[in-house]
Antibody
Framework: QVQLVESGGGVVQPGRSLRLSCAAS????????MHWVRQAPGKGLEWVAV????????YYADSMKGRFTVSRDNSKNTLYLQMNSLTAEDTAVYYC??????????WGKGTTVTVFS | QSVLTQPPSVSAAPGQKVTISCSGS????????VSWYQQFPRTAPKLLIY???KRPSGIPDRFSGSKSGTSATLGISGLQTGDEADYYC???????????FGGGTKLTVL
């Protein structure tokens, strides 16, 4: 069925790196832009990044620029988020979502990242 | 501080109607479509309204959306206890080249 499944979350020490993955199935992954959205404990939704359907364009939230990198492998139907120099403020549930031009119509269940020393 | 402004909470009795506002600017709501998302505790958000006023398949017509100028509104009529959730508005901000969400509104059905 049509779904997104995130993985790669876990507990990591401050300053370390982590790579998240999002496996897409049930639709033509290479036809859609994809987002990462995160939610810190007890907080609202925070957009992280978007990547065009072919990887040609990428945009990031200001607080993530230079530390996070979004990428995709259309041959593997997989979206990635490389996160470097992690801090406690990066502790959150990370969701991948499908872009439909001005809305996100499909969300994964999320993967939890905890930055803790 | 979110780029889009929503009230932190709203409440109403079962069967009543409630509206949730989302205020932005010309660089976001004023020139782009708005979408709304519903989130229950410990679950992923779900698309509720897209392109300002359209409902995805499966969303009851008790949920409605509208936009005027730089503000958007989500309406929920015939409130049910099962509607208790957090609601977020979102859109693209052309000046920031970034997607923006409202801070979220917690709906309580008394």
């Amino acid at each position: 069925q049509v779904q997104l499944v995130e993985s790669g979350g876990g507990v990591v020490q401050p300053g370390r790196s982590l790579r998240l993955s999002c496996a897409a199935s049930g639709f033509s992954f290479n036809a859609y832009g994809m987002h990462w959205v995160r939610q810190a404990p007890g907080k609202g939704l925070e957009w992280v990044a978007v990547i065009w359907y072919d990887g040609s364009n990428k945009y990031y939230a200001d607080s993530m620029k230079g530390r996070f990198t979004v990428s995709r492998d259309n041959s593997k139907n997989t979206l990635y988020l490389q996160m470097n120099s992690l801090t406690a403020e990066d502790t959150a549930v990370y969701y991948c979502t499908r872009d439909r031009n001005y809305y996100m119509d499909l969300w994964g269940k999320g993967t939890t990242v905890t930055v803790f020393s | 501080q979110s780029v889009l402004t929503q009230p932190p909470s709203v409440s109403a009795a079962p069967g009543q109607k409630v509206t949730i506002s989302c205020s932005g600017s010309s660089s976001n709501i004023g020139n782009n479509y708005v979408s709304w998302y519903q989130q229950f505790p410990r679950t992923a958000p779900k698309l509720l309204i897209y392109d300002n006023d359209k409902r995805p398949s499966g969303i009851p017509d008790r949920f409605s959306g509208s936009k005027s100028g730089t503000s958007a509104t989500l309406g929920i009529s015939g409130l049910q206890t099962g509607d208790e959730a957090d609601y977020y508005c979102g859109t693209w901000d052309s000046s920031l080249s970034a997607w923006v969400f409202g801070g979220g509104t917690k709906l309580t059905v008394l």
